[in-house]
């Protein structure tokens, strides 16, 4: 077993971030330099403005068609981190709807975004998701009890990376994949430290604690 060297790239990842198989989306964006990321996009939870997204409201033939996978910052307002003048961060490349659940997606943020939004992202101080969607004339139904928008129909048409988002379980992780680190060496594996621990882990994924 090689142990670490002087000079040796080391890869630091915090607790429960990293994983040990490519998350099979198909992209080689990290190939790149982007920074690869999964989460809920949004859940049916009851959010802060007391709607509840429901995860029938995207899924018609229409409910994707406009959006390809953006990712804004800050839904485009100028004046927070990154700029936010619409031009897209990145992009969401895959996207499942879970019934009863909410809506799940991977993708990245492109790398030659502004260093401030990467170190944010990276820091986990700009650490939300928040969906910006257009409601169909059909697709909601207040509860005037509860005072609850319900949403079960709509187009969306893009995907913030936001500092503070409406839902409490949408946010965003980082993916941290074997493949991911490929890159650092030719000989196909990487180290992380994990807990305080440095671990050697090849893409066979076989961990070896090399401290």
Known sequence: M??????DAFVHVPDGTFT????????????????????????????????IVHSSTFDWEGGFKRWQGRILSEHGRRFL????????????????????AGLYGIGHIYHDNPPLLKRALLDGTLNAWSIGFTVMEDGFKYDKKKDILNITKGQMREVSLVYLGANDESFVEIIHSLRTYRRLNP?????????GVTYLVNLEGEVHNAS
């Open 187 to 195: 000989d196909n594996y990487c180290y992380i430290i994990k807990g």
């Open 2 to 7: 090689r142990l670490p060297q002087a000079g």
């Open 20 to 51: 040990l198989a490519d998350d099979g989306d198909g992209d080689n964006a990290m190939e790149h330099g982007d920074i690869k990321t999964r989460g809920w996009l949004t859940t049916e939870k009851l959010n802060s403005y007391r709607q």
């Open 81 to 100: 981190i990154g700029g936010g003048d619409g031009t897209p961060i990145g992009k969401i490349t895959t996207h499942q709807i879970v019934k009863g």
